[in-house]
């Protein structure tokens, strides 16, 4: 798990995509909904799709958020990590007392 979070950022994408996608799913679902309940008014059960539409899009929503959040927190994170910004194989030309 220390590998994965260490040198990766692909969860928290994943996060970020799962929720967007599953925001598009449930508008898009709502919207499916919306238009039959106009065309078959008398036919569709009440009350039950627009509990799971609303669920889903508001679990969804929270997914997206959190997934951005991840962002900003493995962007602040890969920035203290005090890592080199160059790995170096050979230093060349340079003494080793340093500047004189």
Not at 4 to 20: D, E, Q
Not at 35 to 46: E, G, H
Not at 74 to 91: A, D, F
């Amino acid at each position: 798990m220390q590998g994965i979070v260490n040198h990766s950022k692909i969860p928290l994408r994943l996060a970020t995509i799962l929720g967007f996608v599953s925001s598009l799913v449930s508008l898009l679902a709502a919207l499916v909904y919306f238009v039959m309940k106009m065309l078959f008014w008398y036919n569709l059960p009440i009350g039950v799709a627009p509990v799971i539409i609303g669920l889903f899009g508001v679990a969804s929503v929270q997914l997206l958020f959190l997934g951005v959040m991840g962002e900003y927190v493995g962007s602040i994170y890969t920035q203290v990590r005090n890592r080199p910004l160059v790995v170096e194989e050979e230093r060349i030309n340079f003494d080793d007392n340093g500047p004189s």
